[in-house]
């Protein structure tokens, strides 16, 4: 005979052992500013009507599905199934299961779509970089910039029997990719992303500079993709570094001095790959989800704004 199941609650408090996701969720639960961020949505959230009717969903429990979601590269759809199957999330969730409604996929969609519109993932990367800041973790002294490729799917397998029309091919190397670019702006000390900008990936990394400072860096690296002699010029002052890398000139060899200032320059810049790490091995997003820049951009909001807490959580924790 089979043995009876256990209920949840009991099997939950009988394990010996937590499981990686388990150490995961609950250290992002810890360091998640969840006060700030449910009353930064709260305003443009639905209330229950005034004749009754279906509530909706509580929002901090969207708040966190939503996250799970960009921790685990889920659909909308999968994010449902997940739900269903997965203990530690339903709790990560705060849902029950048989007492609680669990989100079904529209929902899922219609909460994604709503952080769209009000332009609120956004307002989530600001939200969490000032509460970085309440703590002390940025100083915002020198900038590592850098951007990377998303890749997108170059399938014409769709409805429209069409690649995106918003991203673009671009060549890397000896390889060529297609998808979008993710630029983003690096606080030299904590490693904290606090400047990001995206684009279709054809757009030269250099084209993308202004937008990736905060404006009061005593120091900038980047790497020979960032080579201008006017913005070097422009940024020179006294007690100011300017930590690009040095690129021979054409037909010429590069002088020993510069390579020696282009290693100094690359153990520093090291760091600007580290929030890239995280949200393509950590995160798994190694692919665009959506198809257009518009949906993908805000989805990268959320993605940094999490990556930094990832990042910045054992400081967090202390």
């Known amino acids: 005979m089979p043995k009876q199941p256990a209920f949840p609650g009991l099997r939950d408090a009988m394990k010996k052992k937590q499981t990686r996701r388990e150490l995961f969720l609950a250290e992002m639960d810890a360091v998640v500013p969840w006060g700030r961020l449910l009353a930064l949505i709260a305003p443009h959230y639905p209330k229950a009507g005034a004749k009754g009717g279906r509530p ?3 929002l901090e429990t969207m708040l966190r599905v939503y996250f799970l979601q960009n ?52 307002a989530i990367f600001a939200d969490v970089n000032a509460h970085l800041s309440d703590k002390g973790i940025t100083l915002r002294s020198g900038t590592l910039v850098d951007a990377t490729i998303i890749d997108a799917p170059s399938s014409t397998k769709n409805k429209a029997g069409a690649r995106d029309p918003e991203m673009s091919s671009t060549k890397k190397g000896n390889d060529w990719y297609f998808g979008m670019k993710a630029h983003i702006g690096v606080d030299a000390d904590s490693g904290v992303t606090h400047s990001l900008e995206t684009s279709t990936a054809k757009l030269h990394d250099s084209q993308v500079w202004d937008a990736l400072l905060h404006g009061e860096e005593t120091s900038v690296w980047a790497d020979k993709g960032y080579v201008s002699a006017e913005r070097e010029e422009a940024f020179k002052g006294s007690g100011k570094a300017w930590g690009v890398m040095r690129k021979a000139p054409k037909g010429g060899m590069l002088h020993p001095l510069d390579e020696q200032a282009n290693r100094i320059i690359a153990m520093v810049r090291a760091k600007v790959e580290h ?5 393509k091995r950590q995160f798994g ?28 959580r054992r400081r967090l924790m202390a």
Not at 86 to 111: C, H, K, Q, V
Not at 288 to 310: C, E, I, P, S, V
Request: proline share 6%; glycine share 6%.
């Open 56 to 58: 909706p969903m509580p």
């Open 71 to 122: 921790w685990y590269a889920l659909s909308d759809p999968m994010a449902e199934e997940t739900l269903y199957d997965s203990e530690a999330m339903r709790r990560f969730a705060g849902i029950e299961l048989g007492d609680d409604r669990i989100p079904d996929e529209t929902t899922i969609l219609n909460f994604r779509h709503l952080l769209e519109w009000h332009g609120l993932t956004e």
């Open 275 to 279: 929030p890239f790490r995280v949200i």
């Open 285 to 312: 997003h190694v692919k665009t989800r959506y198809r257009g820049l518009a949906k993908n951009r805000a989805q990268l909001f959320t993605l940094f704004a999490l990556g930094n807490l990832f990042l910045m």
